[in-house]
C-alpha cells in the first residue's frame, strides 16, 4: 500500500513540474514577441505633427486640429505593438487619434475589454472605431458583441470574428474588412467565409501581392506566405481603407 502511495505522490509531483515548466515557457513566449522592425521605431518619436506617448498606451494624437473620431488598435497575436507605430503615425497625421493597446502576454484574447479603459479615458474624442490585425481583430469584434454600443466602427485587418460573435445585425456599425492574396494564416478563403458574421454594408478590400506580416512591421512570420508587393505598398492600401472607414464613422456619428 505504501508503494502504491509512494507512487502517486511521485507521479503528482511529476505532473505538477511538467504543468510550471509549460507555464514557464508559455510566459517566455508571450514575453519575447515578433518585431519591431526598425521603421516601426522610427515612427514612435515625437515631432510637430504628432504626440507619441507610451504609458499606458501607445499613443498617437495630432498635435493640432484632431478629428472627434479616434482608433483603438488591438495588436496581433505574438506581435509587439511597437510593430503598427507606422500605420498609427500616417493616421495620425491625418487628423485621426489612434491608441494601440498592448496586451498581456502579447495576446488580445487576455484583453478583451481594454478597450473600455480607453473611452474612459479620453472623454475628449467623441466616436471611436476598433480594430485590429489577425488575433486582434477577432478580440476587437468580441469587444463590439459584447459592447455593441460603445463604438462606431470595426475594422479588420487580416481577422474575422469568431462564429460565436456575429455582428450581422448591426445595421448602424461602419466595418471593414482587409485581407491579402498571399496570406497563408488568415486565407482568403477564411475570409470569405466570415462574410455571414458582419453587416451587410462592411466594406470588402483584398489586397493584391499582400500577405499577413506586411499588415505591421515586424519581419517575416511562419506560416505565412511570400508577398509579390512591398510593405509599403500594402501599407498604403490599407491605411488609405482605414482612413475612409474612420471617415464614414466621423460623419455618420
Sequence with gaps: MKTWKKILLTAIAVVAVILVIAGLGFVIWGSTPLGPMPAAL?????????????????????????????????????????????????????????????????????????????????????????????????????????NPDAVDGLVLLASYPAGSDDLSGLSSLAAASLSASEDGLATPTDIENSRPLLPPSTTWLEIQGGNHAQFGYYGEQPGDGSATISREDQQRQMIDAVLSLLGAADSGS
Excluded: C
Design 42 to 146: 522610427v515612427a514612435m518619436q515625437s515631432d510637430a505633427q504628432v504626440q507619441v506617448t507610451t504609458d499606458p498606451w501607445l499613443s498617437f494624437i495630432p498635435a493640432q486640429d484632431a478629428q472627434n473620431t479616434g482608433l483603438i488598435f488591438y495588436p496581433g497575436g505574438h506581435v509587439d505593438p511597437r510593430s503598427y507605430a507606422p500605420m498609427a503615425r500616417t493616421i495620425a497625421e491625418a487628423g485621426y487619434p489612434v491608441v494601440i493597446v498592448p496586451m498581456p502576454l502579447n495576446l488580445a484574447v487576455f484583453g478583451i475589454d481594454k478597450a473600455t479603459d480607453v473611452i474612459a479615458a479620453t472623454p475628449e474624442v467623441e466616436n471611436w472605431v476598433i480594430g485590429g490585425h489577425s488575433l486582434g481583430g477577432s478580440m476587437a469584434a468580441s469587444f463590439i458583441h459584447n
